[in-house]
T-cell receptor
Framework: SAVISQKPSRDICQRGTSLTIQCQVDSQVTMMFWYRQQPGQSLTLIAT?????????ESGFVIDKFPISRPNLTFSTLTVSNMSPEDSSIYLC???????????FGPGTRLTVL | GQQLNQSPQSMFIQEGEDVSMNCTSS?????WLWYKQEPGEGPVLLIALYKAGELTSNGRLTAQFGITRKDSFLNISASIPSDVGIYFC?????????????FGAGTQVVVTP
């Protein structure tokens, strides 16, 4: 499976600011995904990031709040904009595997908003 | 709306015991995946299931794709301390687009020596 890294691994931010999270993969992948995991909760898909096109957002998530970039087949960023304490979560990127519907996850970015 | 239920929520077991957890969906899944997440880490894929009735093992782990395509279980045999973590089922509803996974609420496993 691909090796996936995320930066930063954790951050503490002030209300009203924005944070950009990076996801780097060691091989080219077509599909990359961004998830949110609120404290003590399960994973919720935010959006699918495809190279060369706009990200596809799930219900409840909008581009103005979570803009995503996908400049090439090994890299993506997720920005959490105008943060509030409710945005405190773990943000995870994942990539498709070789087999249908398999996804492999990065280590996550732990965000705390004060 | 469509629902995915995972049970039990948590399990406290002694080392050496077997563990069983399951997930049920209100709609047909075309894929079932089982992940384990340890503190401070991202989820790690344990087993992937693609066909109704499929039974797959990975070491001490065994998982099955229910024949109705609406349920799956994961068994861990002879548990050891490193089995501690949160286990998530995940899958794709047949009506959803490729790559859109739904995750269960998770089963927290605690193993005592």
């Amino acid at each position: 499976s691909a090796v996936i890294s995320q930066k930063p691994s954790r951050d503490i931010c002030q209300r009203g600011t924005s944070l950009t999270i990076q996801c780097q993969v060691d091989s080219q992948v077509t599909m990359m995904f961004w998830y949110r995991q609120q404290p003590g909760q399960s994973l919720t898909l935010i959006a699918t990031a495809n190279q060369g096109s706009e990200a596809t957002y799930e219900s409840g998530f909008v581009i103005d709040k979570f803009p995503i970039s996908r400049p090439n087949l090994t890299f993506s960023t997720l920005t959490v904009s105008n943060m509030s304490p409710e945005d405190s979560s773990i943000y995870l990127c994942s990539v498709e595997g070789d087999t249908y519907n398999e996804q492999f996850f990065g280590p996550g970015t732990r965000l705390t908003v004060l | 709306g469509q629902q995915l239920n995972q049970s039990p929520q948590s399990m406290f077991i002694q080392e050496g015991e077997d563990v069983s957890m399951n997930c049920t969906s209100s709609s047909i899944f075309n894929t079932w995946l089982w992940y384990k997440q340890e503190p401070g880490e991202g989820p790690v894929l344990l087993i992937a299931l693609y066909k109704a009735g499929e039974l797959t093992s990975n070491g001490r782990l065994t998982a099955q794709f229910g024949i109705t395509r609406k349920d799956s279980f994961l068994n861990i045999s002879a548990s050891i301390p490193s089995d501690v973590g949160i286990y998530f089922c995940a899958g794709q509803w047949a009506t959803d687009s490729w790559g859109k996974l739904q995750f269960g609420a998770g089963t927290q496993v605690v193993v005592t020596p």
